[in-house]
């Protein structure tokens, strides 16, 4: 039933998200790409540090004339979870996807607000906020807390757009 559900929602994004491209033509400077460490925990059963790979697509258009919009896929690694004792657990890695609203703060920095799905081992719904500071208009550095069905974690991402 998982897996039904996880298909439906991967369909529907996907639709979403080619319908929105195809309305309005994808331009190659609004694609970008990044990846960086995370600091994850899973209450009660420990913590770890894993990586993550991101690839996005900024959209156009504005919500209320400043907050943007992204779509952005990407891979995530928990690391390997020790739990209090010190005996090593394990990790959770897999596929996710996600809107991203971008609202600016200051010419150089932005509140972000994530909601997604999470396809992998840690499969459902996955909520995120955090702060994004942009060195110029081609690299900024990211912060997040991202929360999932089951792992939390605090991520720091560098981005790269082309």
Known sequence: MKKAISLFALLSLSTMVSTSAVAEGLDAKRFYVGGGLSFNNVPG????????FIGGYEFDFKLNE????????GYM??????????LSGDDATGFWASAVESVPLSSKTDMLVRLGYDF???DGLLLGAG???K???KIAFRMEYVARENVNG???????KF
Do not use: P, W
């Open 45 to 52: 059963f420990g913590s770890a540090r894993g990586f993550q």
């Open 66 to 73: 400043d907050i943007l919009t992204a779509i952005e896929i």
């Open 77 to 86: 690694d928990s690391g390997n979870f020790k739990q209090f004792n010190g």
């Open 120 to 122: 992998g081992d840690d």
């Open 131 to 133: 702060m994004q500071y």
């Open 135 to 137: 060195f110029d208009t």
């Open 154 to 160: 605090l991520q720091a991402n560098l981005i790269v």
